[in-house]
């Protein structure tokens, strides 16, 4: 089978198959990644591990912090507990919430961010109405723009030393064309 048709089967396998923990098996949130194929992963009990990708994910399917998984224990493991099986995406995370197989601890979780995604969508439109009524240039639309969610959004302003600064600029050269005035 060349590399492509791999790829092909094994991402159609993640997005398309709904699958439900076995026994054995458990939903973990990966909460980092120290590297070589290992991903650090948190139950809902709060148990910390390691966690490892077979080859056949690798260089196909991407994992980040925060993504759930489904892991098949390792016994003989000492430092990595398990291994991952599936990866969960939002429809799934649905689906194992809808047959009641998802864990509480991370219900909780999953309402939390859903909270902060509308947050930051109601933010974002609020943001995006104000500047339609102040935005008279072109130059000065900001809305095609790509917006990184990964990172917190600062308002600046500008502050009253900078008005000040100003004046005082004015000022001075009032002042300086009154001499100049004054000498001829």
Do not use: C
């Amino acid at each position: 089978m060349s590399l492509a048709t791999k790829r092909k089967h094994v991402v159609k396998e993640v997005l398309g198959d709904f699958v439900t923990p076995t026994e054995s098996q458990q939903i973990v949130r990966v909460v980092g990644s120290p590297g070589n194929n290992l991903h650090e992963a948190v139950t809902a009990d709060g148990k910390r591990f390691l966690v490892s990708m077979p080859t056949k994910f690798r260089k196909n399917i991407w994992i980040k912090r925060g993504d759930f998984v489904i892991v098949d224990p390792i016994e003989e493991g000492e430092k990595v507990k398990a291994e991952i099986s599936f990866i969960l995406y939002k429809d799934h995370i649905r689906h194992l919430q809808t047959i009641g197989v998802w864990p509480e601890g991370f219900v909780e979780d999953s309402t939390l961010e859903e909270r902060r995604r509308g947050q930051q969508q109601e933010e974002r439109e609020e943001e995006q109405h104000e500047d339609d009524g102040e935005m008279t240039d072109s130059e000065e639309d900001d809305s095609d723009l790509f917006v990184n969610t990964n990172r917190v959004n600062y308002h600046y302003s500008e502050s009253e030393e900078e008005t000040s600064d100003e004046e005082e600029d004015e000022e001075d050269e009032e002042s300086r064309e009154n001499v100049i005035v004054g000498k001829d």
